[in-house]
Nanobody
Framework: QVQLVESGGGLVQAGGSLRLSCAVS????????MGWYRQAPGKQRELVAA???????NYADSVKGRFTISRDIPKNTVYLQMNSLKPEDTAVYYC??????????WGQGTQVTVST
């Protein structure tokens, strides 16, 4: 089992920056990919960025060039650096891991609100 705890959300003006963190614990050896998703009111949850183990990062077209996903292996933490934020980035952001056994784990979510 993998446990995820997100932090770093908040209220920011358009054009500002935030960095989300996701602390990972538990069966870390079983993780094959980590990612960030978001869900805005009335919309489906969508992939924002992903970082597979040993693979290339990938991003939603809407955040390319503005967001960066990274991981600190010794700290068991994955980050999402968000720059040039827009009001349409407002959502609850969730950390996700996929395991080699085919399982998926989610954090509790952290609210990001971008004001005009």
């Amino acid at each position: 089992q993998v446990q995820l705890v997100e932090s770093g959300g908040g209220l920011v003006q358009a054009g500002g920056s935030l960095r989300l963190s996701c602390a990972v614990s538990g069966s870390i050896f079983s993780i094959k990919a980590m990612g960030w998703y978001r869900q805005a009111p009335g919309k489906q949850r969508e992939l924002v960025a992903a970082i597979p183990s040993g693979g290339r990062t990938n991003y939603a077209d809407s955040v390319k060039g503005r967001f960066t996903i990274s991981r600190d292996i010794p700290k068991n933490t994955v980050y999402l650096q968000m720059n040039s934020l827009k009001p349409e980035d407002t959502a609850v952001y969730y950390c996700n891991t996929e395991t080699t056994a085919g399982g998926s784990n989610w954090g509790q979510g952290t609210q990001v609100t971008v004001s005009t």
